[in-house]
């Protein structure tokens, strides 16, 4: 099996606490753990793990107050559903498109499939 | 800082240098891995950094000491781990009383905790312990010394599989601006995400020194059923594809670095710079 996630453990590290936030462990005005912690529950080097946090903090994610530490932005889920939605249409979705087109999958059965699966999901 | 300016050593007896007009500069907070095939000479870099052995030519100095002439104040700075440990025979209560005085940053917590996370009583006796319950026992002491300069020689060499991630753990935990830490390693995968800084070495000299921000702006590493057409600079053909290793476009998104290709690259490599070029 080839394993397809070669990016960089700073982009892997700062999905992660993404998908914390999303999934509620990390709530909004609230602390997260410092770089530090992080690093060593993650096993990676702190510089590593300091490039993740300045990626969310570019991203409107987290916020640091100074000497606290960092917390989750009032926004935060709104912008990573924002960004993971670019990231799935653009890039992630290049593939996918690009095999239904070979198979010559129409958009009606595209949006019948979609329908499909959002009602099963009920 | 740790720098060596064109140094040469022979072992005696040798009818070749083990290692030959080397010089290389580092910086403090930086966690660097020292990689080399078998022979390269990384064991004895890190002898002639921690003043085991006398350069043959060429200087070598650590935070302003020269290591060779082993002054107390610089000893106390700096701590290496073997490949091979050999330690005395009697419970490790006297092995830190008569050790930890040596070391002014040593801390009794540190150790106890490194120990607790190694699945290690305090209160063992050292010849009591399995190679791989000695070497856990020895890495907790050396952590917990919190020297400005840690040297580590296959550390992860005999340890367990719970005992790898606890000792990454407890490198990350002691691990600050102030210190140097050198890990030499074959074992690329129990480390890579420890490191700031890779330097790969052989018996001619240094043929890599870069940090890992550096060789990610520079190069792409991936794994794929067939090979991109453009900018491949080595491969090698895996189950069900190829890993390879390429230049990176500035349009591209930065890959994790596969030290394993990179070594390879660079030991198959034609004797070109690919930072130079």
């Known amino acids: ?122 | 800082m740790i720098s060596l300016k064109n140094v040469s050593y022979r072992y005696t007896g040798s009818k070749r240098n083990s290692i030959a007009d080397f010089s290389m500069e580092l910086s403090s907070g930086k966690i660097v891995g020292l990689l080399g095939a078998n022979g390269a000479g990384k064991s004895t870099l890190l002898y002639l950094i921690s003043g085991l052995l006398r350069p043959t030519a060429g200087d070598v100095n650590v935070n302003g000491y020269n290591p060779w002439d082993r002054n107390p104040a610089f000893l106390s700075q700096i701590f290496l781990v073997p490949e091979e440990i050999d330690i005395p025979s009697i419970s490790l209560e006297s092995f830190v009383k008569a050790y930890s005085p040596f070391y002014p940053n040593f801390s009794e917590e540190s150790l106890k905790e490194a120990l607790f996370h190694f699945n290690l009583s305090p209160d063992i006796h050292l010849g009591s312990l399995s190679m791989g319950q000695k070497k856990k026992a020895f890495l907790a002491f050396a952590l917990a010394c919190h020297t400005p300069v840690l040297l580590m020689d296959e550390p992860t060499n005999g340890l367990d599989i719970p005992g790898k991630s606890e000792f990454r753990k407890a490198v990350v935990k002691t691990m600050n601006d102030e210190r140097t830490i050198i890990i030499s390693t074959h074992q690329v995968r129990d480390l890579d995400q420890l490191l700031d800084h890779v330097t790969i070495m052989d018996n001619n000299g240094i043929q890599l020194d870069e940090s890992i921000a550096a060789l990610q702006e520079k190069f792409t590493f991936g794994l794929a059923p067939v090979l991109p057409e453009t900018g491949v600079i080595w491969s090698e053909p895996i189950m069900g594809g190829y890993a390879y290793m390429k230049m990176r476009t500035p349009d591209q998104q930065e890959t994790e670095v596969n030290l394993e290709a990179l070594f390879n690259y660079i030991y198959t490599r034609k004797p070109i710079n690919a930072f130079q070029a």
């Open chain 1, 1 to 122: 099996m080839i394993q397809t996630d070669n990016r960089p453990i700073y982009v892997r590290l700062a999905d992660q606490i993404c998908d914390r936030i999303l999934l509620d462990e990390y709530r909004k005005l609230e602390r997260i753990p410092s770089v530090r912690e992080y690093a060593v529950s993650q096993q990676v080097n702190p510089a590593t793990a300091a490039r993740a946090f300045e990626i969310l903090e570019r991203q409107g994610v987290i916020f640091n107050k100074r000497g606290l530490g960092f917390f989750v932005t009032e926004d935060a889920v709104d912008i990573i559903r924002k960004l993971r939605l670019e990231t799935l249409l653009g890039e992630e979705s290049e593939l996918f498109f690009s095999r239904l087109a070979v198979l010559e999958v129409s958009p009606e059965q595209l949006r019948d499939m979609y329908a499909q699966y959002l009602s099963s999901k009920k």
